[in-house]
Nanobody, 111 residues
Framework: VQLVESGGGLVQPGGSLRLSCAAS????????MSWVRQAPGKGPEWVSG????????YYADSVKGRFTISRDNAKNTLYLQMNSLKPEDTALYYC?????WGQGIQVTVSS
């Protein structure tokens, strides 16, 4: 199993970023997927999840209405569109499938 995140970076408050997670080594369309983040000095926080066919999505209250999770099973890729970003969204963002994790991608929201 390999999960590789991309798309992070530095953005000003109110800005947007789109994270991608390229998956390989397993049948991507057979698994629910999630995004989890960890801010400096804090524990992991589940952010969002999507079921295997993309028909059901779930969000933490802290990101509801601002983030959108989606997946393209033909491309074996998971996405997280992040809008109206806040400084408190600053964290390492991880793609997750069961017990497998990506290496994480840094998102920094700062002016």
């Amino acid at each position: 199993v390999q999960l590789v995140e991309s798309g992070g970076g530095l953005v000003q408050p109110g800005g947007s970023l789109r994270l991608s997670c390229a998956a390989s080594g397993f049948t991507f369309g057979s698994y629910d997927m999630s995004w989890v983040r960890q801010a400096p000095g804090k524990g992991p926080e589940w952010v969002s999840g999507v079921n295997r066919d993309g028909g059901s999505t779930y969000y933490a209250d802290s990101v509801k209405g601002r983030f959108t999770i989606s997946r393209d099973n033909a491309k074996n890729t998971l996405y997280l569109q992040m809008n109206s970003l806040k400084p408190e969204d600053t964290a390492l963002y991880y793609c997750n499938m069961g017990g497998s994790w990506g290496q994480g991608i840094q998102v920094t929201v700062s002016s």
